[in-house]
């Protein structure tokens, strides 16, 4: 079965400053999902991608997948308190989406 | 726009006790379902999921059950809680295909 391994497990960065968050997965990935959820809630969906190197941003978080399409990453540029919470990657095969542990952001003053 | 409502919130219940939660999905039709556990400090868990009415696979045998008694409910049942089945239970619904899928907000689940 296909697994999702996330790093790193929490991250604390300064406020203003850029981040990094990785998803690797055991096999390639034909969809792939970026989520965060905040504390006691509800994963909110912030990205797909599907393609070998496709890249997609919102505001500013951008998502890469690989051209292998095994590893995706999430960029935070200039990191704000608002970004702080679980981010998850989820993945889409032939069975419902799979997801990994979850990367905790915390963003300090 | 689609909405999906899940409740309640929380729940304290005793162990032993049934349990039922329920989840609504507004303004599509004929979505997949599904249920996830999230235990604290751990990932997601699949639990079941659902393609139609009536149809319900399930992911990890245990105590629970599901049922999708109609197009836009899928419903979490157990005849009887056990301490291990404290946690963060979620429901997500998505579109046919690839999809991502949508979550409501959660039902903190406590078994005393």
């Known amino acids: 079965s296909q697994e999702l391994e996330q790093s790193p497990q929490s991250l604390i960065v300064q406020e203003g400053k850029n981040l990094t968050i990785n998803c690797t997965s055991s096999k390639t990935l034909y969809g792939l999902y970026w989520y965060k959820q905040k504390y006691g809630e509800g994963l909110i969906f912030l990205m797909m991608?599907?393609?070998?190197?496709e890249e997609k941003s919102h505001e500013k978080i951008t998502a890469k997948l690989d051209e292998k399409k095994q590893q995706s990453s999430l960029h935070i540029t200039a990191s704000q308190p608002s970004h702080a919470g679980i981010y998850l990657c989820g993945a889409s095969g032939n069975t419902p989406l799979v997801f990994g542990k979850g990367t905790r952001l915390s963003v300090i003053a | 726009s689609q909405t999906i409502h899940q409740w309640p919130a929380t729940l304290v219940q005793p162990v032993g006790s049934p349990l039922s939660l329920e989840c609504t999905v507004e303004g599509t039709s004929n979505p997949n379902l599904y249920w996830y556990r999230q235990a604290a400090g751990r990932g997601l868990q699949l639990l079941f999921y659902?393609?139609?009415?009536?149809?319900i696979s399930s992911e990890v045998p245990q105590n629970l059950s599901a049922s999708r008694p109609q197009d836009r409910q899928f419903i979490l049942s157990s005849k009887k809680l056990l301490l291990s089945d404290s946690g963060f239970y979620l429901c997500?619904?998505?579109?046919?295909?690839?999809?991502?899928?949508?979550f409501g907000d959660g039902t903190r689940l406590s078994i005393l």
């Open positions: 659902s393609v139609g009415i009536g149809q």
């Open positions: 991608l599907q393609k070998g190197g």
């Open positions: 997500a619904w998505a579109g046919q295909g690839n999809q991502p899928q949508h």
